[in-house]
């Protein structure tokens, strides 16, 4: 019988296709693992001459009486990752809650009315996580803008999420050019971000392109947009972080992201330039962040199913930290 030569040239085709997507993944796999070694070289080493607060002391704002476990699982996530010393600046109906919650937090019950309390504590933090739990009460963003003017002008790493990235969409001057400022937008927050940045919508076919231009217009600020697959860009890089997950989306797995992030970052800025190889260290940060919150997705998942939570997560920081930084 003789061969239909269109039938032929599909399967060479598909061939190709095949290996190309090889090629790619090969590729992908590749340029993940190169990025997670920088992660490595910025982790700074256990060591018992270390005093209490050298592996980072870093701040959560965030916290209403409606929202009280985002800040209080941004503040676990840093001291589980490695920080020693975690504040919460909250609410005053909230500190109760969030203290009930667990010991190892210092809660300071300082919002709205918290510019002046909070600027005492900067001289003592190493980073900063802006929005966890925030709410949108005018008065207390007007007072978290006053907390982010004092963070700069004091050089001190700000990881802003969640509420605090409503108040950046609402005046974007306050962290335009600051390059120490880290955002963690979701699809949402991103594209009411970028409309009011660069004045017209997202492009879904782009979504690299997409977070490159919107850093680029903040002055080379890093952006990590969270997805399917994390986009994560400072103006001049993208990286792309797609450590396998789960598809369980329950609430609260970005407050584990900022909370990592916010310590990583201070890590990979003590670090230098060198330890990452000449990239963005708070490039470097933020990949590896998102790893290790996918990574505590997975094994969480891997247990526990569809009931996973993010305090299931958050019991993997651990062992995920471990599997991805130490082996």
Known sequence: MALNPRCGAIRACRRVLERAF??????????????????RNIIPPLSSTKHKGQDGRIGVVGGCQEYTGAPYFAAISALKVGADLSHVFCASAAAPVIKAYSPELIVHPVLPSAVDEVEKWLPRLHALVVGPGLGRDDVLLRNVQGILEASKARDIPVVIDADGLWLVAQQPALIQGYQKAVLTPNHMEFSRLYDAVLRGPV?????????????????????????????????????????????????????????????????????????????????????????????????????????????????????????????
Do not use: Y
């Open 203 to 327: 492009d879904s076919d782009d979504r690299h392109g997409s977070v490159l231009r919107l850093s680029q217009a903040l002055g080379n600020v890093t952006v990590v947009q969270k997805g399917e697959r994390d986009i994560l860009s400072n103006g001049q890089q993208v990286l792309v972080c797609s450590q396998e997950g789960s598809s369980r989306r329950c609430g609260g797995q970005g407050d584990l992201l900022s909370g990592s992030l916010g310590v990583l970052v201070h890590w990979a800025l003590l670090a230098g330039p060198e330890k990452t190889n000449g990239s963005s260290p708070l490039l470097v940060a933020a990949f590896g962040a998102c790893s290790l919150t996918r990574q505590c997705n997975h094994q969480a998942f891997q247990k526990h199913g569809r009931s996973t939570t993010t305090s299931d997560m958050i019991a993997e920081v651990g062992a995920a930290f471990r599997k991805l930084f130490e082996t």
């Open 22 to 39: 090889s090629l790619r993944k090969v590729h992908s796999i590749k340029d993940m693992e190169n990025t997670l070694q920088l992660v």
